[in-house]
């Protein structure tokens, strides 16, 4: 009797509402009495869902570095530009921090997720038992920083919009922008769609049920947390 | 605030085989959204936030809900909302020609070279989906300031959460300022007024999405249910 899933609790994704699933008290699947939301112990396919996101992902990321992802034109000069044409770019005009940035959030983050959440999967599907809070930090940082991938595409759109002067310089978009998008779309999907409870299922550490630590700063896992008083709390 | 309660397994699986008691004692469980592990909620103090002894995730904090600050907050992000968008984000000029974009301006740039597909997708991330976050939790909270509940709450709720990975505002934010730095080198660049009612507006709709946490805000619209019974049951 630890998690919810093995008391026959299940809480509510949306509102956190602890709900407990009975078979003559519910349809299927159940739904959180305050707000409606479906409730599943586990998110349904969750492996299956993540690993098709994640292969749509790769697959738009290809397109995403061969077609350009904008054609600048200066005074009747077309030349089109490639994600990683634009760091190099930048680099030059030695706007470092700049092209840290665009260089970071358009091929180390996407390769990152990538690895990061082929790595989860496979994790999960063997069984590992090891390191079950690093790779729940790692799927942390997967969630948190997929999105920012976007900025790229943003980019490219501001700079679309905004150099349209006439006969001294354009900037349209191109293919490449596009499948970037998608590319951010699928790994966001992705890992949305991985379920984190499934690492840590499985674990036999813990007593029956924990009180939870606080933030005061040295709240860590384990054993050594303690009240606002002082007082050990597990 | 819910006091801890010792408990052991024993305890805990009489008191939910126990008909009558079985809610309360569901109500002051809470088990952690990453890894779920169960725990027995605790009184912290104002401003703390309780995480799990497992893998250290968020699971609730103890913050001065204050529906009117949340409301006030929420109506001038939806003000900064409407001013970010009635004015120049970003003009440029370069030899004496110049142009000047809107926040939007970026969404038809992408659509009138063939990515509509980008910019149906954009719009929804810049503009659509943050205004349906704004609009959706003053829909929740207005209501509620008067003790009442409009229909849908519970879906618009629902929409609200699931959006918030999609509203991308702070992003756009964050491309605008790459996209200055780009330019800076050949061309002038001036910050529109737009430009600093989106940097507000950014503030402002993270703050007042954080005022009020999910679950206080449901143990307040469940109260909001029960007040409307009441007056309905008298007229009866
Ligand atoms: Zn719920
Ligand atoms: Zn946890």
Partial sequence: MRTAAECGLVACPACGTITRLSVERFEVPPKCQLCFARLHSRKPMSIQKSWAWLVAGVLAYIPANVYPIMYTTVFGNSEPNTIVGGFFVLWEMK????????????????????????????????????SRYDRTRLFRLTEFIGRWSMIDVFVVAILAALVQIGSVAQIAPG????????????????????????????????????????????????????????TPLA | MLGARPSSDDSMTRRVNDGDLVESVLSNLVACHECDLLHEKVAIEIGAEARCMRCNAGLYTNQQNSIDRAVAVGLAALIMFVVANSFPFLQISVSGNSQSMSIISAVFALSSEGQWLLAVVCFGFILLFPLLRMVGLLYILLPLRLHRRLPGTELVFRGIVFLSPWSMMEIYLFGAIVALVKLAAMANIELGHSFWAFALLNVLAAVSLQMIDNHSLWELISESREGEESPAGELV
């Fill in chain 1, 95 to 130: 706007s470092y921090p700049i092209a840290i940035v665009v260089f970071v959030a358009s091929v180390v983050v996407p390769v990152l997720k990538f690895v990061a959440v082929s790595y989860l999967l496979i994790s999960i599907q063997r069984g590992f038992k090891h």
């Fill in chain 1, 175 to 230: 293919l490449g922008a596009t499948a970037f998008g998608l590319t951010v779309i699928f790994t966001m999907l992705s890992a949305l769609a991985l379920d984190s409870r499934l690492i840590w299922d499985g674990d036999q550490d813990l007593a029956s049920v924990n009180r939870p630590g606080h933030i005061s700063g040295h709240a860590k896992r384990g054993n050594n947390l303690y009240a606002n008083d002082g």
